[in-house]
């Protein structure tokens, strides 16, 4: 049952210029014509930290362009736990996933890196790559959380939290613009920020998460990007359902162990802190006998 999602733009023309809280040379055109996307022009938006930490580390894979590098995601994790500590204690059986109350976040559909396990952390979002100072948009109605910035991150981000819709919260991360102040209350499809590179990341895109409680879902189970629907009305999900695809992912995560290369280690030395073997770690990262172990580098050990 696919419907196309055009409840929102009504939603922003009301909410956007009534509050008044852009500034002028940001005001979009408005055509109720328009079924989803208001673009932005294409003035360059700044954004001094875009792309503050690129080049990486030598030895990390980049990631796809338009995500954030691998090492993101461990540097990440200190931020999902923030994240996750704002999550109130949830009780929940079941959990019903109302769409019909969504809109989808940007217009892009480029996803440029998915939900889930990627090489050494679990990607709790997904990333969509976009125009910098493309409209980010709140995906379902809900309260600001957070509006922050994080230098070594998600960038400038903001956290909304949800009440009856099943999602419990959704994350918008590397924007170069924030327009909303915690504790306003959003509109669905209501304009939040700008698209941008803020933080760690390979090029504009946004981190888009949904959350209920801590368990994050995948955006892709329950919006059809590509079309610009969502892939079902109402979707009833069991607690054990989305919990234990989360289990099973941090159980697939944990089996792999790695390790940032310091100043000092040697293979030998990391062998030994993993039980493991010089071996086995050279064949788990194809290393060759003349190697060079960079600082930085992270190297699998199990
Ligand atoms: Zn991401």
């Known amino acids: 049952m696919r419907k196309t999602i055009s409840v929102i733009t009504a939603f922003f023309a ?10 002028s040379e940001e005001i979009v055109s408005y055509s109720p014509s328009v079924s989803f996307i ?41 931020i999902d736990n923030m994240i996750d500590s704002i999550a109130e204690a949830t009780q929940i059986d079941t959990v019903e996933i109302d769409m019909t109350q969504a809109a989808l976040p940007l217009e892009s559909t480029r996803i440029t890196s998915p939900f889930g396990f990627r090489h050494y952390r679990i990607h709790k979002g ?23 910035y994080e230098r070594r991150g998600y960038g400038r981000y903001i956290v909304l939290d949800h009440t009856g819709c099943g999602v419990t919260r959704t994350v918008y991360a590397h924007l170069s613009k924030q327009y909303v102040k915690v504790g306003q209350i959003v509109k669905a499809g209501e304009v939040i920020g ?16 949904m959350r209920v409680g801590d368990t994050p879902l995948n ?31 941090q159980k697939e995560a944990s089996k792999h162990r790695y390790h940032k290369v310091r100043r ?3 293979l030998g030395k990391i062998a030994r802190k993993y039980h ?21 580098r992270i190297i699998r050990c199990s």
């Open 14 to 23: 009301a909410s956007a210029f009534a509050a008044g809280t852009y500034p």
């Open 194 to 209: 700008l698209g941008g590179s803020t933080g760690r990341s390979t090029g504009p895109h946004l981190h888009f998460e």
């Open 126 to 148: 997904i990333d969509i790559g976009l125009r910098r100072g493309d409209t980010i948009r709140a995906s379902f109605p809900g309260r600001v959380a957070r509006v922050r």
């Open 38 to 78: 208001l673009h932005e022009d294409e003035s360059p938006v700044e954004d001094s930290d875009s792309n503050a930490f690129a080049p990486f580390l030598p030895g990390f894979n980049a990631g796809p362009e338009g995500s954030e590098p691998d090492e993101f995601l461990d540097e990440a994790s200190a």
């Open 219 to 249: 955006p892709n189970d329950y919006f059809d990007f590509a079309n610009h629907t969502f892939v079902q009305e109402k979707i009833k999900l069991p607690s054990v359902v989305f919990e234990g695809e989360y289990a099973a992912l």
């Open 264 to 266: 000092g280690d040697t």
């Open 276 to 296: 493991t073997t010089v071996s086995r770690l050279r064949k788990l990262n194809g290393l060759g006998k003349k190697s060079i172990l960079r600082i930085g």
